[in-house]
């Protein structure tokens, strides 16, 4: 992992080059932050960046055997602590006993995603934890001299997971580590740490990605257009995930779309009939569908209200969305949007209570024949 491959948080990045650079690397950082953002890949791509034999243009250069090392996750000063379950009732279970589950959890996706992770390690029952016996093995490990850099370096994800006592055993090492050795905590939740913990090290908080970088690592991963991923990437409100998600499920998407003008089309034309049986046909989806339906289609009238801006830069939608909206805005004002958002939240919230999706849907689709006629 190389800070090239970061999405988003680069004052951070500049950050952390600073401190290798200048040669003043905390002997404990706290990178924290929301879920879903890539925190743990930039505590990757810094260790990778200390280790690295021939650093180029601010970044490790991913080609000398210590970079090759990292990339494969086998790097010899390189350590890692996460929080497990134990394993078939033993009284003893170590993160190293769960290598395998965990060099597919990081090769899968350059942001950590903790639900992710409870799949892969495939345990229903209780919460994972840091154990208290994984306290041993990083002071055995930060104990011993570096074999083939200047510093080895610890990365502990979710510190919060901590066991107490797994904690208490590590307050010395972490604050009166050896010369050459460097802790990099990951923390989604930094309040759940263990103050005493916390107070040793120096932290860093990092924040969502901007619209403007997840487009961009949309654009380069999937092979879209600039438009087409900044229609996925701005709903997602900086969570990279939910972006990837809204792409990979564009189907679903396409099919609102079809939904959303077949409404406005029959609204408009106080086809009853026609409405009737678009109701129908949207409570026959799933109840957690119909209320991302509903989602999609408040966010439809936002977007096309702000259309009638004539400033491009302010709208994130499809070409197919695009099209419909350049007939369709002139219909969303002052005077209706927000009735028209506030008839869509309400519906959805309705929906979510267990209300008849057939008769809230219609009673929607009525209301929305008499909001497309006011104007502004």
């Known amino acids: 992992m190389r800070f090239h491959d970061i999405i988003g948080n680069q004052d951070v990045i500049e950050r952390l080059r600073r401190m290798v650079d200048s040669d003043k690397i905390p002997h404990a950082l706290l990178l924290m932050g929301e879920p879903y953002i890539p925190k743990l890949a930039l505590a990757q791509a810094f260790a990778q960046y200390i280790h690295c034999e021939n650093r180029i243009d601010g970044d490790s250069c991913g080609r000398c055997p210590s970079c090759l090392q990292h990339q494969s996750f086998n790097h010899v000063d390189t350590y890692f602590s996460y929080p497990i379950f134990k394993k078939g009732g033993s009284s003893t279970t170590y993160c190293s006993d769960y290598a395998k589950e965990?060099?597919?959890?990081?090769?899968?996706?350059?942001?950590?995603?903790?639900?992710?992770?409870?799949?892969?390690?495939?345990?229903?029952?209780?919460?994972?934890?840091?154990?208290?016996?994984?306290?041993?093995?990083?002071?055995?490990?930060?104990?011993?001299?570096?074999?083939?850099?200047?510093?080895?370096?610890?990365?502990?994800?979710?510190p919060e997971k901590?066991?107490?006592?797994?904690?208490?055993?590590?307050?010395?090492?972490?604050?009166?580590?050896?010369?050459?050795?460097?802790?990099i905590l990951v923390s989604n939740s930094y309040l759940d740490i263990l103050p005493t913990i916390y107070s040793r090290t120096q932290r860093i908080e990092l924040r969502r990605p901007s619209t403007d970088d997840i487009a961009r690592y949309l654009e380069q991963k999937y092979d879209i257009d600039h438009q087409e991923a900044l229609s996925y990437a701005a709903p997602a409100d900086g969570n990279i995930l939910l972006a990837e998600q809204g792409l990979e499920s564009g189907s679903e998407n396409r099919e609102f779309h079809e939904y959303?003008?077949?409404?406005?089309?029959?609204?408009?034309?106080?086809?009853l009939k026609g409405l009737r049986k678009w109701s129908v046909a949207v409570s026959d989806m799933k109840r957690e569908k119909s209320c991302r339906f509903l989602v999609y289609a408040s966010r439809m009238i936002r977007e096309n209200f702000?259309?009638?801006?004539?400033?491009?830069?302010?709208?994130y939608m499809t070409h197919d969305e695009e099209q419909f909206s350049t007939r369709f805005a002139p219909f969303i004002n002052e005077i209706n949007v927000q009735g028209f958002i506030n008839e869509l939240q309400?519906?959805?919230?309705?929906?979510?209570?267990?209300?008849?999706?057939?008769?809230?849907?219609?009673?929607?689709?009525l209301k929305m024949?008499?909001?497309?006629?006011?104007k502004a």
């Open 102 to 158: 965990w060099t597919q959890f990081l090769t899968e996706s350059p942001v950590e995603n903790y639900e992710r992770w409870l799949s892969i390690i495939k345990n229903d029952n209780g919460q994972p934890r840091i154990y208290t016996d994984e306290s041993d093995v990083i002071i055995r490990r930060m104990s011993m001299s570096s074999y083939s850099s200047r510093y080895k370096i610890h990365i502990m994800w979710l």
């Open 162 to 183: 901590m066991q107490p006592q797994c904690a208490n055993a590590l307050l010395k090492i972490i604050e009166e580590p050896y010369p050459d050795s460097l802790f």
């Open 260 to 271: 959303f003008t077949q409404l406005m089309r029959l609204a408009y034309s106080v086809d």
């Open 306 to 315: 702000i259309y009638n801006l004539h400033n491009p830069q302010l709208n």
């Open 346 to 365: 309400l519906a959805e919230r309705d929906i979510h209570g267990n209300a008849n999706a057939k008769i809230v849907l219609f009673d929607l689709a």
């Open 369 to 374: 024949t008499i909001l497309i006629k006011k």
